[in-house]
């Protein structure tokens, strides 16, 4: 097999990733499975258009424009939206992200058209090469800024205040409010991080495939399959499992045959939770049945 | 394991320890009057009133299902008053939302100790200090706590789910501790403990209160409850049935009866 096959899975694996880490920690911490974060992911790819080919600003450097857009948009949604219907269980907030993910569609259609978009840089198109495997500046330069955003994302969570606050109140929400966690101001933060990272990854997209207001929803059931492949809520086991699904859509692609893509992942989602249904790294205590 | 009064810090607020003026001296630490609630549409208690003065230890005694954990809730602000009223010197809580009220200097240790299993000892102890930012205290508490339970120290790096019942309880009082209480909740102290170490519990609860922490502790072992506590009350289907001083307490008939089984 040619030693391409695994440094593309390796380079869609670091996107993935990214992709996966935001979905996974709303779930994981929040108990909210965000339909809507395909469409956010879109939106951060859209900023990136909109700044690359109005403004002439590099998609990399437009990464934290996209994280702070969507971080004030999934704040001020789970403030004053989310909040709200959470008390009425995980099927309602899932049925809420998902009319969310249809208006921001919609939204976006409005806006933009349902126009084929792309970013293409002076860098775009070449790359990397040597002995016979081709990497792509855009994608090399996607993939290594997603796995420095999840580093930096675990590392924030491991050591700051608001970081411990998180993990504790996805671990025991009631006893976080009996030490002063303000549950509502937890919940809004953390789904803007995840908004944020949803954001992130629609630039690192931007650069790598082509903009529509539907691109976002393939990663849907992408993200589904890293968040519980690695672990609910954990930052590393979004990075293993987005790692091993890039790889293994990419080596799937190579022995079996492209069409195949899906199934493959999804064949692995299923064997993941008949044989290890805690994920390659759940940490014990979290993301338990509550 | 006595480390001197003198040297201890008073743990609570400066404010509280000291009832210098006239005015305050009538007025106690926390204050219940009347309160009534429950959940949802049944209702649990009927009109409580329940008076801790500060530097007090007052004991709150009932069988299963009497509403004692739900009275200790609605103090903390975990369940609204539907009617009556739940004071701190005097100052109406109502208004004042959950996690707030640890900064006002009310903090509970939970039934079931609801220690944060997947984070350390040493991150449930910092998280106990959350609503504070006076860093150099928070270290002075820390070693406080370390000091009072040893055990914290020597576990420090110990996810806190894996600790045996005691030492977990030991850490949600000490959790508790980190917050800064004027007055401590205690939710079922002794609970599932063996003896020798509800001993070093009861221990380590006079020496809080020499601390200057004003304490009400739920209890179902009554005669650890009044070795702790100088007064009680009985909670009876939601009612306060009976108060009165350790000594009271334990000469009647029906805390003999219902309680000390004999
Ligand atoms: N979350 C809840 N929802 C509905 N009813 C509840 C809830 N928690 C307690 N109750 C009811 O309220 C009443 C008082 O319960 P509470 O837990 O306050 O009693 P308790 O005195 O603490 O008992 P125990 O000694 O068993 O801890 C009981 O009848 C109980 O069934
Ligand atoms: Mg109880």
Redesign the pocket.
Known sequence: MSPQVLVNGLLLGGIYAAVGVGFSLTWGVLNIINIAHGAMVMLGAYITFLLFTYAGIDPFISIPASMFVLFLLGYVLQRFLINRVIPHGVFMTLVLTFGLSLFLIDLALLAFTSDYRSVTPSYAGSGLSFAGVIVPYQRLGACVVAILIVAGLNFYLGRSKLGRAIRATALNRQAAQLVGVDIAQIYAVTFGIGAALAGAAGSLLAVTITITPFMGQVFIGKAFVIATLGGLGTVQGALIGGLVLGMAESLGAALIGPSYQQAIGFGILVLVLVLRPEGIMGKQFFAEVK | MHSGGAEAPARGRPDATAPGEGAHEHVPLLGVRALET???Q?Q?LWGVDLEVRSGEAVALI????????????AIAGQLPAWTGLVELEGQDLGPVPAHLRVGHGVVMVP?GRQLFAGLTVRENLLMGAFARSDKAEIDRDLERVETLFPVLSERRGQLAGHMSGGEQQMCAIGRALMSRPRVLLI??LSLGLAPVVVDRLIEAIAEIRRDGVTLLI?E?DVTNALTMAERGYV?ES?QITLAGSREALLADPRVQESFIGI
């Open positions: 429950g959940y949802g049944v649990v009932g069988a299963n299902g009497a509403g004692k954990t739900t009275l200790l809730r039934e939710d079922e739920v179902q909670v939601g």
